[in-house]
């Protein structure tokens, strides 16, 4: 109701044409039976004479029918659209709300199709229920009225074939719901596989694995098409039924107007009449056996969408959250535990404090704990236990827009939007001026292979910024975080896809963009932590070594053998190696 009440004038101009569909259905069969019954009762000088009025008032139906027919299609141009556009904007609101796990546990095409499937669906669910059920429920109860006029027996013969074809469409209508919701959930897992290959195109070119995707996907497409065959033989069957059941009334009407014929009581325009009334409706109820599948499939794929649209949000706002209050940035862990769905405790009752503009340098091997330690002050999950304080604020207690609009992150591998390059940097400020934007890709040391491309600052960038290497990346997205210029900093291996000389000159962009911030620096790199103001070691969820450099290197433990053991400035990829 929500989606249609804006549209409810328009939704009445469809309802309108489906009225003057249901009349016309049966008013030109009975204008066609006044006309030939005219034509027969008539004196042959009289015909003509005795024909303009029913003549043009049928010629006058046909071009009322054909007008309301054009003001149909301007309702549908403006209605159907109108409809998708609300449902995405609806739907994306939604998604965009869901944690971050989420989008680890699904597939970015999978979630695409479903908020596709929904859009589309909901619309077609408000065609197919005014312009068919509607109307051809509303032409049902005028036709048994006019065949009523002729004879009785007809109206019930119709009344009762009418109720069987459809109680044998209804009846079937669970299984075929369950046949398409089968069919759109392989249709689902089908289209995010396909995206998934285009994503991972250049891992199937290095290791040549054509041949073996092409049999993955040989299998899901196999498992998509035999859910779709299943669907159709069932509406197959039920069609053959119904097909018989057609040919059972019509040949009973014939015997009965034959008998009429013979008797005298039944004229040339009842024998038009009946059969063209019998011929609409068989081709009504086709239309809404037809209908009863399309629905059911919209149903299911409607069904499947919200499935995981509308799932609860996994970190909601408390409904009095405030905006942060941020004065200095400390960062305060409050005996904090946490653990993934179903997995061991990454965090027992950690404790720490960071204080105010403090640089720290967060150390230890891959799945030490380094990234969800930040994440969890990013608020993308929530802690199972405890508390995680901002300037004496628990982040919980915080409307999440503003907890990370007091955060910049410069993550380890930046995705962009297929967006102009300076829209991508002005995503860190969105009314930033170009010479602002200008002036960040300077200091991120950006502007100068951003000059060399013809479009400059209009290229597009390609899905997830694939037209630009690397390290372009980074330095786009330490240009966002120059932009945006929050009071808490964090970067996660933010120069590890730059060159020395380039990392060399965007360091001192980055300690020019650190001045006054409070700062978590996750490195592989060791010698880019050397003038942390603290260096913190985390070994398996836990906090093992905490203080300077110099410190940590002067008492034995796992950040000096760290980095006695670096090759080229760089940690060992995990324990084992380091012991090798």
Same mark, same amino acid.
Request: aromatic share 10%; proline share 3%.
């Given at each position: 109701? *929500?989606?249609?009440?804006?549209?409810?004038?328009?939704?009445?101009?469809?309802?309108?044409?489906?009225?003057?569909?249901?009349?016309?259905?049966?008013?030109?069969?009975?204008?066609?039976?006044?006309?030939?019954?005219?034509?027969?009762?008539?004196?042959?000088?009289?015909?003509?004479?005795?024909?303009?009025?029913?003549?043009?008032?049928?010629?006058?139906?046909?071009?009322?029918?054909?007008?309301?027919?054009?003001?149909?299609?301007?309702?549908?141009?403006?209605?159907?659209?109108?409809? $998708? $556009?609300?449902?995405?904007?609806?739907?994306?609101?939604?998604?965009?709300?869901?944690?971050?796990?989420?989008?680890?546990?699904?597939?970015?095409?999978?979630?695409?199709? $479903?908020?596709?499937?929904?859009?589309?669906?909901?619309?077609?669910?408000?065609?197919?229920?005014?312009?068919?059920?509607?109307?051809?429920? +509303?032409?049902?109860?005028?036709?048994?009225?006019?065949?009523? #006029?002729?004879?009785?027996?007809?109206?019930?013969?119709?009344?009762?074939?009418?109720?069987?074809?459809?109680? +044998?469409?209804?009846?079937?209508? !669970?299984?075929?719901?369950?046949?398409?919701?089968? %069919?759109?959930?392989?249709?689902?897992?089908?289209?995010?596989?396909?995206?998934?290959?285009?994503?991972?195109?250049?891992?199937?070119?290095?290791?040549? #694995?054509?041949?073996?995707?092409?049999?993955? +996907?040989?299998?899901?497409?196999?498992?998509?098409?035999?859910?779709?065959?299943?669907?159709?033989?069932?509406?197959?069957?039920?069609?053959?039924?119904?097909?018989?059941?057609?040919?059972?009334?019509?040949?009973?009407?014939?015997?009965?107007?034959?008998?009429?014929?013979?008797?005298?009581?039944?004229? %040339?325009? @009842?024998?038009?009449?009946?059969?063209?009334?019998?011929?609409?409706?068989v081709d009504c109820l086709w239309i809404i056996s037809q209908d009863v599948k399309e629905f059911a499939e919209h149903l299911g794929n409607v069904t499947q969408g919200l499935r995981i649209v509308t799932a609860p949000i996994e970190i909601p706002d408390k409904p009095n959250?405030?905006?942060?209050? +941020?004065?200095?940035?400390? =960062?305060?862990?409050? /005996?904090?535990?946490?653990?993934? /769905?179903?997995?061991?405790?990454?965090?027992?009752?950690?404790?720490?404090?960071?204080?105010?503009? &403090?640089?720290?340098?967060?150390?230890?091997?891959?799945?030490?704990?380094?990234?969800?330690?930040?994440?969890?002050?990013?608020?993308?999950?929530?802690?199972?236990?405890?508390?995680?304080?901002?300037?004496?604020? @628990?982040?919980?207690?915080?409307? &999440?827009?503003?907890?990370?609009?007091?955060?910049?992150? =410069?993550? &380890?591998?930046?995705?962009?939007?297929?967006?102009?390059?300076?829209?991508?940097?002005?995503?860190?400020?969105?009314? %930033?001026?170009?010479?602002?934007?200008?002036?960040?890709?300077?200091?991120?040391?950006?502007?100068?292979?951003?000059?060399?491309? !013809?479009? *400059?600052?209009?290229?597009?960038?390609?899905?997830?910024?694939?037209?630009?290497?690397?390290? &372009?990346?980074?330095?786009?997205?330490? %240009?966002?975080?120059?932009?945006?210029?929050?009071?808490?900093?964090?970067?996660?291996?933010?120069?590890?896809?730059?060159?020395?000389?380039?990392?060399?000159?965007?360091?001192?962009?980055?300690?020019?963009?650190?001045?006054?911030?409070?700062?978590?620096?996750?490195?592989?790199?060791?010698?880019?932590?050397?003038?942390?103001?603290?260096?913190?070691?985390?070994?398996?969820?836990?906090?093992?070594?905490?203080?300077?450099?110099?410190?940590?290197?002067?008492? !034995?433990?796992?950040?000096?053998?760290?980095?006695?053991?670096?090759?080229?400035?760089?940690?060992?990829?995990?324990?084992?190696?380091?012991?090798?």
């Amino acid at each position: 109701m *929500k989606v249609v009440r804006p549209f409810k004038w328009l939704i009445s101009g469809q309802i309108f044409v489906a009225i003057v569909w249901a009349i016309d259905i049966s008013l030109r069969p009975y204008l066609i039976k006044v006309i030939l019954n005219t034509i027969a009762d008539s004196p042959h000088e009289k015909v003509v004479e005795n024909l303009w009025v029913p003549a043009g008032f049928y010629l006058f139906v046909s071009i009322t029918v054909v007008i309301v027919f054009r003001y149909y299609d301007w309702v549908a141009l403006k209605l159907f659209p109108g409809i $998708k $556009k609300m449902i995405c904007m609806i739907l994306m609101d939604r998604m965009m709300d869901h944690s971050h796990q989420t989008y680890q546990n699904q597939f970015a095409g999978g979630l695409s199709n $479903k908020i596709s499937d929904v859009m589309n669906g909901v619309s077609n669910i408000v065609r197919l229920f005014i312009d068919k059920f509607f109307s051809q429920t +509303l032409a049902l109860f005028i036709a048994v009225y006019t065949v009523w #006029t002729v004879d009785i027996k007809f109206a019930f013969a119709l009344l009762i074939w009418v109720i069987l074809f459809l109680a +044998l469409s209804l009846g079937t209508a !669970p299984h075929t719901r369950h046949l398409s919701d089968k %069919a759109a959930t392989a249709r689902t897992t089908l289209m995010g596989h396909i995206v998934d290959i285009f994503s991972n195109m250049m891992s199937i070119r290095l290791f040549s #694995t054509k041949n073996s995707e092409h049999g993955y +996907l040989e299998n899901m497409m196999d498992n998509y098409v035999s859910a779709e065959q299943k669907r159709d033989r069932f509406f197959m069957n039920v069609h053959a039924l119904q097909g018989v059941s057609f040919v059972v009334f019509q040949a009973l009407c014939l015997w009965w107007l034959i008998m009429g014929v013979k008797m005298q009581t039944t004229t %040339a325009g @009842d024998f038009a009449l009946i059969l063209s009334i019998n011929i609409a409706m068989v081709d009504c109820l086709w239309i809404i056996s037809q209908d009863v599948k399309e629905f059911a499939e919209h149903l299911g794929n409607v069904t499947q969408g919200l499935r995981i649209v509308t799932a609860p949000i996994e970190i909601p706002d408390k409904p009095n959250a405030k905006n942060i209050a +941020l004065s200095k940035g400390k =960062i305060v862990f409050d /005996n904090v535990r946490f653990q993934y /769905n179903g997995m061991e405790p990454l965090f027992k009752n950690k404790s720490i404090t960071i204080n105010a503009g &403090q640089k720290v340098g967060l150390v230890g091997f891959s799945g030490s704990g380094k990234t969800t330690f930040v994440n969890l002050i990013l608020r993308l999950f929530d802690v199972t236990g405890g508390s995680i304080m901002i300037d004496g604020q @628990d982040i919980r207690d915080l409307t &999440q827009k503003s907890l990370r609009k007091a955060i910049a992150m =410069i993550p &380890q591998e930046p995705t962009l939007f297929n967006r102009t390059l300076l829209e991508n940097i002005r995503y860190g400020k969105l009314n %930033a001026t170009e010479k602002e934007v200008m002036t960040a890709a300077q200091k991120a040391h950006a502007h100068d292979f951003i000059r060399l491309i !013809p479009e *400059k600052y209009q290229v597009m960038v390609g899905e997830r910024g694939v037209k630009l290497s690397g390290g &372009q990346r980074q330095r786009i997205a330490i %240009a966002r975080a120059i932009l945006k210029n929050s009071p808490i900093l964090i970067l996660d291996e933010a120069t590890s896809q730059l060159d020395s000389m380039t990392e060399t000159l965007i360091q001192e962009s980055l300690w020019y963009l650190m001045e006054n911030k409070t700062c978590l620096v996750i490195a592989h790199r060791l010698s880019t932590l050397l003038h942390m103001d603290r260096i913190i070691v985390f070994e398996r969820g836990k906090i093992v070594q905490d203080g300077t450099h110099d410190e940590l290197m002067n008492q !034995p433990g796992l950040y000096k053998s760290l980095w006695e053991a670096q090759i080229g400035g760089f940690l060992p990829a995990d324990e084992d190696e380091e012991s090798e």
